[in-house]
């Protein structure tokens, strides 16, 4: 990976070890839920029946075909499948050490990387096989090319950037917010007339993106209008938002900043970045929590979840850089970046465990788990679908895979008889409950409830009320993370 006037060793030995555990070390680890999603829509395509019920919309990205293609020459594994978004988050690294340069300071790219490498949440996105590290990487191309532009009115720079941008939205349609930041920096620029861009001219730009744009934004107001079927999370907290704005980070550059400054007794020779510049950076920091915080409020739908805000992450960290400009010598960024280096390795990097996983599930380990009972004879398995689209009528008790609702089930496999449960309680659920209690569990030993823990404690509680089950033994399989696996079996 080239970063701008980097030179010597220690900084490229530093971001090679901070890759190394925090992007590839989790590589191996099972498919969380989502990753499991992206598979089936991989294998079977977006237009797959059952995906009818489970904001179709959503999951025609162009990022699954892409997945398809690596699974159809590599394999659906996890590192197969992983590999492009630990490629795209690397590529964003690079554009956030160009865009670092050109905005706050010249000798500024290395602090920038480790900043990125300083939050979680954008090193989670390296390893996990969802369309976020590709969105993030053609967003950083997006703002790169957008500078260019306005920089120097060239053409092939307008053209790049507005291909960038429409591909933001086709990507993912929940970065719409994101999509915000292009026009207000763009604005702010051709505004102090520092461009050689004209009005006219953005508005061309921007009115041929809006027409590339067509297609997808009918598609996203489409998913607006279903989005309280799909909504995993309650209204967020004040202090979830004021949480995702990263404020330790920033607090802590500026801070490390002055007192490496202090320490070195070097006079701060930098300067604020320009007022475009905050602008572009404060709109990609600020925007996507901002809106979706504003959007769920509103709506009374909640979209503020972590993995849509996290667009917005590498702007935090530009945000971290900017606010360290000003307090640090120009001399000192190397030093500077060196030691957030150590401190991502000390304090970011998780060292409880040899191999970390990439997500808190084990799918993978709990599949192999139920199927080792198998040995001794089919066991009867209860899955409740871990989708929350898994609803009465999406959901019937002849559903049949595979299905998106169970897409989990098609990845890791479990053997014997498998019984499907909806996700939530329902009188058409205590109706199939039952019917199997009378019919298809009144024979065997033993059954398995499988899935993810909160489900499997509920139907665990529910068949142990049962008096046909009375003096039944229950013991648990795992644990696995977030998903569990109860047996129910009468004792020797």
């Not at 939050?119 to 590709?134: C, D, M, T």
Request: positive net charge; charged residues 15%.
């Amino acid at each position: 990976m080239r970063l701008p006037r980097a030179g010597g060793w220690l900084l490229p030995s530093l971001l090679a070890l901070c890759l190394i555990r925090l992007w590839l070390m989790p590589l191996p680890s099972s498919f969380w839920l989502d990753e499991t999603a992206t598979v089936f829509v991989a294998q079977h395509g977006a237009h797959h029946p059952s995906l009818a019920d489970a904001a179709p919309e959503a999951w025609r990205s162009w990022y699954y075909p892409i997945v398809g293609l690596i699974g159809s020459l590599f394999g659906f594994s996890e590192i197969a499948l992983r590999l492009l978004s630990v490629l795209a988050m690397a590529g964003m690294l690079i554009l956030v050490a160009r865009l670092s340069t050109r905005l706050i300071h010249p000798q500024s790219g290395w602090f920038a990387v480790f900043a990125c490498l300083a939050l979680p949440g954008l090193n989670y996105q390296a390893a996990n096989a969802r369309p976020y590290a590709l969105g993030m990487c053609v967003f950083a191309a997006g703002l790169l090319l957008l500078t260019r532009w306005l920089d120097s009115g060239e053409r092939l720079a307008a053209l790049g950037f507005a291909v960038c941008a429409a591909l933001v939205l086709y990507i993912h349609l929940l970065f719409w917010p994101s999509w915000l930041v292009f026009a207000v920096y763009a604005a702010a620029r051709v505004a102090r007339g520092k461009t050689p861009v004209t009005w006219r001219h953005a508005a061309l730009v921007f009115g041929l993106l809006a027409c590339a744009l067509l297609p997808v934004l009918a598609e996203t107001l489409s998913l607006l209008r279903d989005a309280r079927a799909h909504v995993i999370a309650p209204l967020p907290s004040p202090m979830q938002f004021v949480r995702s704005l990263e404020l330790p980070l920033l607090a802590a550059c500026a801070v490390g900043a002055w007192l490496l400054g202090r320490v070195h007794r070097g006079r701060p020779d930098g300067a604020a970045p320009s007022a475009p510049a905050l602008v572009l950076i404060g709109a990609w920091w600020l925007c996507q929590p901002v809106l979706l915080y504003a959007f769920s409020w509103v709506t009374g739908d909640a979209v503020f979840v972590p993995r849509y805000l996290q667009l917005a992450l590498p702007g935090a960290a530009m945000a971290a850089t900017a606010a360290a400009a000003p307090l640090l010598p120009s001399k000192q960024w190397r030093p500077a970046a060196t030691l957030l280096a150590i401190g991502v390795l000390l304090w970011v990097a998780p060292w409880r465990e040899l191999w970390p996983r990439h997500h808190n599930s084990d799918w993978r380990a709990a599949a192999l788990a139920v199927n080792r009972l198998e040995t001794a004879g089919a066991i009867p398995v209860l899955c409740p679908s871990p989708f929350i689209e898994a609803r009465p009528p999406a959901w019937r008790p002849n559903y049949p895979l595979p299905g998106f609702l169970y897409a989990h089930l098609g990845v890791y496999p479990v053997q014997g008889p498998t019984y499907l449960f909806p996700f939530a309680n329902s009188p058409e659920a205590d109706t199939w409950a039952m019917s199997l209690v009378r019919g298809p569990l009144s024979q065997p030993r033993r059954f398995v409830i499988y899935g993810w823990e909160p489900q499997v404690h509920f139907w665990r509680d529910w068949f142990a009320r049962r008096p046909e089950f009375a003096g039944w033994r229950q013991r648990r399989l795992g644990p696995f993370a977030d998903v569990d696996a109860v047996v129910f079996e009468i004792p020797e």
